[in-house]
């Protein structure tokens, strides 16, 4: 079955240093993998996704995220994060149901504080 | 502009009570997805339609039921309330490709 795991639940940053929040995957077709952000109060933002072609896709607000097939990752990173990044980042895959639609599946979640 | 409008925003009931969310689509989408979202679970797909009069069942769809009027309109219904079902849903749309998916703003609700 499709699955997704953000092994972090909580992460807390410096403003102004780098980021890497971890995403594996698992999934037997090709993925698409997305990954959202919820800030305070509000729904899900898609950050940036991902399906074929540079394996680094670039999204919104300076983030990034690199797809590695060996490793089933998707990790997402931004050089420098700001205090306004605080929020909760959600990976997900397009994964194909029974039916053989497509359905998004969530990892866990990992909350973000960014601190001065 | 394309959307997905989920209503009310925020709901109060009691348990044993009868709770109707809505959510309605302009996107032209077919498929139509229901999503509850609770701490250190991420968000869980409870049901989802491929079109009007269809309905599958999704991951967690205990206690809930489902109904898709239109192409437009889904609607989660939760017939005998419990507090286990406090949490925010989300409902969202997609072309059914895998790459698009635009979710409503969400509704939170409390069984008290």
């Known amino acids: 079955a499709q699955s997704v795991t953000q092994p972090d639940a909580r992460v807390t940053v410096s403003e102004g240093a780098s980021l890497q929040l971890r995403c594996k995957y698992s999934?037997?077709?090709?993925?698409?993998l997305f990954w959202y952000v919820q800030y305070p109060r509000q729904g899900l933002q898609l950050l940036l996704k991902y399906y074929s072609g540079d394996p680094v896709v670039q999204g919104v607000n300076g983030f990034e995220a690199e797809f590695i097939k060996s490793n089933s990752s998707f990790h997402l990173r931004k050089a420098s994060v700001h205090w306004s990044d605080s929020a909760v980042y959600f990976c997900a895959v397009s994964a194909e149901t029974s039916s053989s639609f497509s359905k998004l599946v969530f990892g866990q979640g990992t909350s973000l504080s960014v601190v001065p | 502009e394309a959307a997905v409008t989920q209503s009310p925003r925020n709901k109060v009931t009691v348990t044993g009570g009868n709770v109707t969310l809505s959510c309605r689509q302009t996107?032209?989408?077919?498929?139509m997805y229901w999503y509850r979202q609770d701490t250190g679970h991420g968000l869980r797909l409870i049901h989802y339609?491929?079109?009007?009069?269809?309905?599958q069942i999704g991951d967690v769809p205990d206690g809930y039921k489902a109904t898709r009027t239109t192409q437009e309109d889904f609607f989660l219904l939760l017939e005998l309330a419990s507090p286990s079902q406090t949490s925010l849903y989300f409902c969202?749309?997609?072309?059914?490709?895998?790459?698009?998916?635009?979710f409503g703003s969400g509704t939170r609700l409390l069984v008290i």
């Open positions: 339609s491929y079109g009007a009069g269809n309905l």
């Open positions: 996107n032209s989408h077919n498929y």
């Open positions: 969202a749309s997609s072309d059914g490709g895998g790459s698009d998916y635009t």
């Open positions: 999934y037997s077709g090709t993925p698409y």
